[in-house]
Nanobody, 124 residues
């Protein structure tokens, strides 16, 4: 079972910043290079559906953001470390959620793997 290991998160005041990390080294056990995976960040607030908020292609050339986080969040990846990051700035209370990273092999098998989730709470 491939597991992505997340770190970061916690409690921050409105207007503050946090950085989430997602170590996808476990993917190497599939025999497929990390660069073959699109990496995404999702979040899920209580009572809400899981929402895709950011994505980055295998070589990091292209990124995409949900309107709710555009211009505040930045997704990046370090392929040498098999790691993806989510830098979150100007945080708002409505950003409070559990955040998940996802690896999906595309194009290819569409095999997907998930992180364990990490809580981000924005509150004064």
């Amino acid at each position: 079972q491939v597991e992505l290991v997340q770190s970061g998160g916690g409690l921050v005041q409105p207007g503050g910043s946090l950085r989430l990390s997602c170590d996808a080294s476990g993917i190497t056990f599939t025999g497929i290079r990390f660069t073959r995976f699109i990496m995404n960040w999702y979040r899920q607030a209580p009572g809400s559906r899981r929402e895709l908020i950011a994505g980055i292609t295998g070589l990091g050339i292209s990124t995409k953001y949900a309107d709710s986080v555009k211009d505040r969040f930045t997704i990046s990846r370090d392929n040498a470390k098999n790691t993806v990051y989510l830098q979150m700035n100007s945080l708002k209370p409505e950003d409070t959620a559990v955040y998940y990273c996802q690896a999906i092999q595309r194009p290819g098998t569409n095999a997907e793997y998930w992180g364990q989730g990490t809580q981000v709470t924005v509150s004064s």
